[in-house]
């Protein structure tokens, strides 16, 4: 650590700019000066697809010092004032490069979705561009390297942007050293709509033709089934595997794969109910606990599924019942607005969840 | 006298309230991120010019004068208006009613269960509010009145001089306590959360930067605590200045039973007084010379206020409902008198009833 992190750490200034914190003066003089918030700067941006109207861009970012480093197959919530909007939007990305240290670069790789502010900004960013980061997160992670030695084979089994979290890892055991004499055979299979859709071709031929033990599959329109599970990785039940992709295809092996063990999963996104639906499920994530929507206030559920969440005025004007909404849709019943932003503070007094819909309460 | 509205009255006027409320919220975008943005970056080049000033001892008043201005925008335009959530929509974690901790020795967890739930959920109704008189003060006729009383102009006196800490203690309820409605053990966590505030904000401002100027620590530990002064003496005067001029009425708790939406901002209305002043004016106070306007929309980012007071206004003289405003001279002698009058037993003299042709709408 540099004497000037560590001053920026120190007790003594945290006590001379408290309450507000060593960052909100640093970022001021320099975005990417910080002491305990992480953000980053956009030092490349590469282009890795054309597919029309949905481009795939990789870019390299250089965290601040603050950065603690990832574990490969962990994501991170990016987040960014999109300009001509004064809300600053917070998406979550998977990071496709090797696992990192403390301080160093990472990448992300996105594709910008027809509808997606974030990831068709990202994708058309110009390098010098500062994002908002959180630290990694995430338990989807591999934790085999090759100081690990064993005799299980691997297979990640991925389709569209589900790619990312495998290719961390692929990367992470052929930086480490993983080889031939490993003697645990890597079976990569993945599957995208068309030959221009997917994106590493390249590395990923590379690594196919090298002697390294890994062997890789493309799949290109087809969908995934037990068949081609068992043909790509015959005693697939018996892998440890890593899953991640589009829902449908998720739960698809999820059934080939039935009670076994092996099987580890990532879920991009929960499926949303159309609006003005009281369907789904709202899931109370720190007290692990969900109840079927019924459409009424998710203070009003919370209580009644035996919750003691705090709350004021229950008229939505002393903001006591703020809680952090992190998946799904809800409708503010005073003004109608529906948001559906991943992590959002929300006053659960005058929300309604549309949908499946997650509350950390 | 306050005026009388029917049910359906009532219900219209609520109506006209929220259809307003929903305008502002629609609009709201880049022009209000960007304002408060600014306030936060001039209040933050105010702060560092005043401790920077402290350095150079003949500038010292300008040095108290910036760090005053500074201190008194975070409290009011920034910490008070953010702790309501008007900018919780932003995403932005340094302007989240849910993690905002303000530059004042009340925890601002703290204030915002006083502040934001009961001030502004029971505004102006005896017994509920506790902001009428903050427990020390008799501030309404209604108020039993009792030899301790007479003190009413020394206590408001001390409590402008001591604001923040009065602010900070006010939770704790200690007429409930000597009085006997509340436990003493109730209020062991707030002790925890108010001492470990004051600790950071007397460590800060009478210890650490006093001491980084070396020989002139007793120059800049004095400037400190005139800024502090200075923004208790201002933030006090203001808040009096929103509810206890001539004009604002309180409520009894019958009033209030079973209340609608429509009443709810009726009371508002009427429980609450404005100060009219130029456009610097009002960013010093947080824009709360629009008291009307916040308390009818305290959510709603303070720069609104100005912007609506003219249809509030008018919706309100439709009504028939008095729209308390002046200027702060002229507030300020109201509230005094007040506080003078009603340290002695005896109630105000009952007001002519005002001629029901200047209300047609009041039954």
Request: aromatic fraction near 8%; include cysteine; charge should be negative.
């Amino acid at each position: 650590m540099s004497t000037l992190t560590r001053i920026a750490r120190s007790r003594t200034l945290a006590a001379l700019t408290s309450p507000h914190g060593v960052d909100h003066y640093l970022s001021r003089v320099n975005p990417m000066w910080a002491a305990r918030e992480v953000r980053a700067r956009v030092v490349d941006v590469r282009r890795e697809s054309d597919t029309p109207g949905a481009p795939v861009a990789t870019l390299t970012l250089q965290p601040t010092a603050t950065w603690r480093g990832h574990r490969a197959g962990q994501h991170v919530q990016v987040g960014l004032d999109l300009p001509g909007s004064a809300r600053r939007t917070t998406r979550c990305f998977t990071i496709s490069s090797a696992a990192s240290g403390p301080g160093e670069p990472i990448t992300l790789t996105v594709r910008a979705h027809a509808d997606g502010q974030v990831s068709r900004h990202l994708v058309a960013a110009q390098p010098g561009l500062v994002l908002h980061l959180s630290q990694a997160q995430g338990d989807f992670t591999l934790p085999v390297s090759p100081a690990t030695p064993g005799i299980d084979p691997l297979l990640f089994v991925t389709g569209g942007s589900g790619i990312t979290p495998a290719m961390s890892m692929l990367r992470t055991l052929l930086r480490d050293g993983y080889d031939g004499r490993a003697g645990r055979p890597v079976t990569f299979l993945h599957y995208s709509r068309s030959a221009e859709d997917q994106v590493f071709a390249d590395e990923l031929a590379a690594i196919d033709a090298a002697d390294n033990d890994v062997t890789v599959h493309l799949r290109h329109g087809t969908r995934v089934s037990e068949l081609e599970l068992r043909r790509f990785a015959p005693r697939f039940r018996d892998t440890d595997t890593w899953l991640c992709g589009p829902a449908a295809m998720m739960d698809v092996v999820r059934e080939a794969y039935g009670e076994s063990p092996r099987l580890r999963t990532e879920r991009f996104k929960a499926p949303t109910a159309p609006s003005g639906t009281a369907e789904g499920a709202l899931t109370f994530a720190a007290t692990d606990r969900s109840v079927p929507n019924d459409g009424t206030s998710v203070l009003e559920q919370a209580e009644r599924a035996g919750l003691r969440p705090e709350f004021g005025c229950r008229m939505g004007i002393c903001f006591t019942c703020t809680a952090r909404k992190t998946e799904g849709t809800v409708r503010n019943v005073l003004s109608g607005a529906e948001s559906s932003l991943p992590d959002e503070d929300i006053q659960i007094c005058v929300s309604a969840p549309v949908g499946d819909c997650v509350v950390d309460l | 006298m306050k005026p009388h509205l029917t049910p359906e009255q009532l219900e219209a006027f609520g109506e006209e309230m929220d259809a307003l409320r929903r305008r502002v919220l629609a609009d709201l975008g880049e022009d209000d991120a960007a304002y408060i943005r600014g306030v936060v970056k001039r209040q933050q080049q105010m702060e560092v010019l005043g401790r920077a000033l402290f350095y150079l001892p003949p500038a010292w008043p300008l040095a108290v004068v910036a760090l005053s201005v500074s201190k008194i925008l975070e409290n009011m335009e920034i910490g008070h208006n953010v702790m309501h959530g008007q900018y919780d929509w932003m995403g932005d974690p340094h302007l989240s009613s849910r993690v905002y901790e303000w530059d004042n020795v009340c925890p601002s967890e703290q204030w915002k269960y006083s502040h934001n739930y009961v001030h502004h959920t029971f505004t102006n109704i005896l017994g509920k509010d506790r902001d009428i008189g903050y427990g020390i003060l008799r501030m309404d006729d209604d108020q039993p009145w009792h030899p301790y009383y007479l003190g009413n102009p020394v206590y408001a006196f001390l409590l402008m001089v001591f604001f923040e800490w009065g602010v900070a203690m006010h939770d704790l309820e200690v007429e409930n306590i000597v009085n006997g409605t509340r436990r003493l053990e109730e209020n062991r966590a707030l002790h925890a959360g108010i001492m470990r505030k004051v600790r950071r904000q007397a460590l800060k401002d009478y210890v650490l930067f006093p001491a980084l100027t070396g020989p002139l620590f007793p120059l800049t530990f004095l400037g400190n605590a005139t800024a502090n002064l200075v923004r208790n003496v201002w933030a006090f005067n203001i808040i009096f200045c929103g509810h206890f001029p001539a004009g604002a009425e309180t409520f009894t708790q019958e009033e209030c039973e079973d209340e609608t939406r429509g009443h709810w901002y009726y009371r508002q209305v009427l429980g609450s007084a404005n100060i009219s002043g130029g456009p610097l004016f009002h960013v010093m106070s947080g824009n709360l010379s629009h008291q009307v306007e916040h308390h009818l929309f305290p959510d709603l980012p303070a720069r609104r206020y100005p912007m609506i007071a003219g249809e509030v206004r008018e919706i309100c003289e439709r009504y028939g409902l008095d729209y308390t405003t002046g200027p702060l001279r002229r507030q300020l002698a109201s509230v005094a008198r007040k506080i003078c009058r009603l340290a002695l037993p005896g109630r105000r003299a009952p007001q002519p009833a005002e001629p029901a042709a200047d209300h047609p709408l009041a039954a």
